[in-house]
């Protein structure tokens, strides 16, 4: 009992440890998920043995993830899914797909990965980190016209449409048919949810404006009993929790008024940000068994190339189709904000391992991928959105530029 006592304990030094270090090391430039996920492979079995995956910890860490997905379905704008960014992200995706099939083909005749993960890596591939891009946009600032539905939509269905892949994937052949029925019941399930959100809006805003500010934190109660009888709910139709935290962020985004939304949002934030998504992050990193790629020196050499396998699959085909919307650095950064991976990757390589699909170092090797996306594609995406010199002063010139008589 007294080493459970510590192992929790040494995970919540880890959380903390996770906010402090930054503060303490400004120089320190690494994204939060992944400082949490070295943390978490430096207290690992696989590091100092300090902390281990048992049942409670690895409860939290399912609650974290099911937070982080719904955290990114309530930033989505409901006048952003429509119009050309939802055609061009739809597109975008599709040819991702194809691409993707015909990376991971490439990787498994290199020897990088084993035949029977051929699919697993395409869907790794193919996917977009919504809840690490998204929250960047409020802090670049300005940025072009229809950057921000591109990204949003585009990101989006990286998230979804892998993860209704994934549950195909996991699915027993002879129970296939099943599954894909399942996946339309849940939709229709969902699509109604919706339809009764919106249409009983009002009276979800009475019950906010009664009890936002109250002690006992009402609407955050009910958030999250809606968030875990959505996860149980695709847990019965063997649906990833992914797609129903998703569905749980969409559904609050289009219930709630702008009146409300921010106050809602700033205590998702304080449970995720401050507890639940962290844990997630530093859980799946005490699954990671670099020493596993440290006794393979050919599977580290993987890792970049991976990681511009990300990019090309990712951000290649939203660069090529925003050609006539987007200026010519505005479409390079929204390729790296798309070839951004890391949640959806984690989970995909913890079920592939899991499964006996992926080796240890073969799951480390896509996770070590994706985090070097998250250590260098939105960096550099921010750089490249930022007004040149030229620009700003041209800018300045047209302004005080006196107007022709």
């Given amino acids: 009992m007294q080493g459970h006592e510590v192992q929790i304990a040494t ?27 070295l943390l978490g492979i430096a207290i690992g079995p696989h590091g100092l043995h300090l902390d281990s995956n048992g049942p409670a910890i690895s409860m939290f860490s399912t609650l974290g993830m099911a937070v982080l997905f719904l955290r990114a379905g309530f930033e989505v704008e409901p006048e952003m899914v429509r119009g050309r960014a939802l055609r061009l992200a739809w597109k975008g995706w599709l040819t991702s797909a194809v691409l993707a099939l015909v990376a991971a083909g490439v990787l498994m005749l290199a020897g990088a990965f084993a035949a029977n993960a051929w699919i697993w890596v395409a869907l790794a591939l193919s996917t977009t980190a919504l809840g690490v891009v998204q929250p960047l946009l409020r802090d670049r600032g300005s940025l072009p016209d229809g950057y921000d539905q591109a990204l949003v939509v585009a990101a989006g269905f990286g998230e979804v449409m892998p993860t209704l892949l994934l549950s195909l994937v996991v699915a027993r052949a002879d129970r296939l048919a099943d599954q894909v029925l399942a996946i339309l019941g849940f939709s229709g399930f969902c699509a109604l949810l919706l339809w009764l959100a919106i249409r009983h809006r009002h009276r979800w805003e009475r019950l906010l404006e009664r009890s936002m500010h109250d002690s006992a934190q ?40 702008d009146h409300h939304r921010q106050a809602l949002a700033d205590r998702l934030d304080g449970l995720g940000s401050g507890f639940l998504i962290p844990l997630f ?38 660069w090529w189709l925003q050609r006539p919307w987007l200026p010519q650095r505005a479409r390079l950064a929204l390729a790296l904000d798309c070839g951004t991976q890391l949640p959806l990757v984690v989970a995909i390589a913890m079920l592939g391992l899991q499964r006996q699909v992926l080796s240890a170092s073969q799951s480390t090797l896509l996770v070590a991928a994706a985090m070097l996306t998250v250590m260098v594609f939105p960096a550099a995406a921010t750089k490249l959105l930022r007004p040149t010199d030229e620009a700003a002063h041209g800018s300045t010139d047209r302004t005080t530029a006196p107007s022709p008589s």
Avoid: H, K, Y
């Fill in 218 to 257: 009402l609407p955050i109660r009910l958030v999250m009993g809606l968030l875990v009888s959505m996860v149980v709910m695709g847990n019965l139709v063997q649906i990833n929790l992914v797609l129903g935290a998703l569905v749980t962020g969409v559904l609050l985004r289009f219930g709630t008024s």
């Fill in 11 to 37: 995970l919540f030094v880890a959380v903390a440890l996770a906010a402090w270090l930054p503060c303490l090391l400004p120089w320190l430039a690494l994204p939060a998920p992944v400082l949490e996920l």
């Fill in 281 to 318: 992050f530093i859980n799946s990193g005490m699954s990671l068994d670099f020493s596993a790629l440290a006794r393979d020196p050919l599977a580290i050499a993987w890792i970049p190339v991976v990681a511009l396998l990300m990019l090309l699959v990712r951000g290649g085909p939203m």
